[in-house]
Nanobody, 119 residues
């Protein structure tokens, strides 16, 4: 099992920045893909960014050029640097770990951290 704990959410004005962190514990594999999803009220959960064990990144079109995902395997932590935040970025942000095995793909989730962008 993998436990994920997010931190760094909060209230920020439009144009501001936040940095989210997600610390993993338990059965940690450096080969896992790590990522961030978000869910706004009344909407489905959506992908924000992913980073593979090799450092390849994927971003949602809506955050490209504004958000940066990174990972520190020594600390079992993944980060999401969010710049130029917009009200549309308001959501609960969830940390995710994806693990592939012969049994298929397993997703692990954190409890979520609220990000509110408002003046």
């Amino acid at each position: 099992q993998v436990q994920l704990v997010e931190s760094g959410g909060g209230l920020v004005q439009p144009g501001g920045s936040l940095r989210l962190s997600c610390a993993a514990s338990g059965s940690i594999f450096s080969s896992d893909t790590r990522g961030w999803y978000r869910q706004a009220p009344g909407k489905q959960r959506e992908l924000v960014a992913l980073i593979t064990s090799g450092g390849k990144t994927t971003y949602a079109d809506s955050v490209k050029g504004r958000f940066t995902i990174s990972r520190d395997n020594a600390k079992n932590t993944v980060y999401l640097q969010m710049n130029s935040l917009e009200p549309e970025d308001t959501a609960v942000y969830y940390c995710n770990t994806k693990r592939s095995s012969r049994y298929g793909l397993t997703n692990y989730w954190g409890q979520g951290t609220q990000v509110t962008v408002s003046s």
